[in-house]
């Protein structure tokens, strides 16, 4: 079985633009969830898209969002960037559904945004 | 969400046993507890879950004992290629995926 492929791996844009990543999931995983990833601030959850909708929100500003589509396909945006916004963005995928085991998490391997 | 402690560092040798706890104090009914392993650069890699007394697969143990308000994560005779920081997360069933990773714990392998 594949595992979660994202892309672009490394990006470079400059303050002010705009990027927009992309995750797909594993086979059969309807639920994909996004994390920044810096030195300082370590892991942080961003959003987590179930079935198309956003289920559940983290703490950051609206430029960030994103989007689900039928094939359980996502992808990230964040518009009019700031120098803070370079990290590695991952993105998790997951069956989402709760049952008598654990919806266990598999990471892609990340995108590298850097914003100069 | 429960919250985590774990050691920030840890040193070991190659063909050492190493063990890396995990503090969970506010841990819920439903939470399960689950590690990754993460190399500089890459996404977090699962290891090992686990609810209760004892889990095993074939890299590592997981020991939680009956209050399972920590946890032990056991790394059999480490190699160099086990050099990572390794996070320990809580979260329920139904959490909808929204895990808290902790600062996570350095573990440096030398030879």
């Known amino acids: 079985k594949a595992g979660v492929t994202q892309t672009p791996r490394y990006l470079i844009k400059t303050r002010g633009q705009q990027v927009t990543l992309s995750c797909s999931p594993i086979s059969g995983h309807r639920s994909v969830s996004w994390y920044q990833q810096t030195p300082g601030q370590g892991l942080q959850f961003l959003f987590e898209?179930?079935?198309?909708?956003?289920?559940n929100k983290g703490n950051f500003p609206g430029r960030f969002s994103g989007r689900q589509f039928s094939n359980s396909r996502s992808e990230m945006n964040v518009s009019t960037l700031e120098l803070g916004d370079s990290a590695l963005y991952l993105c998790a995928s997951s069956t989402g559904l709760a049952g008598a085991s654990p919806d266990t998490q598999y990471f892609g391997p990340g995108t590298r945004l850097t914003v100069l | 969400l429960a919250k985590t402690t774990q050691p920030i560092s840890m040193d070991s040798y190659e063909g050492q046993e190493v063990n890396i706890t995990c503090s969970h104090n506010n841990i819920a009914t439903n939470d399960y507890i689950t590690w990754y392993q993460q190399f500089p650069s890459q996404g977090p890699r699962f290891i090992i879950q686990g609810y209760k007394t004892k889990v095993t697969n074939e890299v590592a143990s997981l020991f939680i004992p009956a209050d399972r308000k920590s946890s032990t994560l056991s790394l059999p005779r480490v190699s160099l290629s086990d050099t990572a920081v390794y996070y320990c997360?809580?979260?329920?069933?139904?959490?909808?995926?929204?895990?808290?990773f902790g600062s996570g714990t350095k573990l440096n392998v030398k030879p």
């Open positions: 898209y179930f079935s198309e909708t956003q289920r």
């Open positions: 997360l809580v979260g329920a069933l139904y959490n909808f995926n929204k895990f808290y």
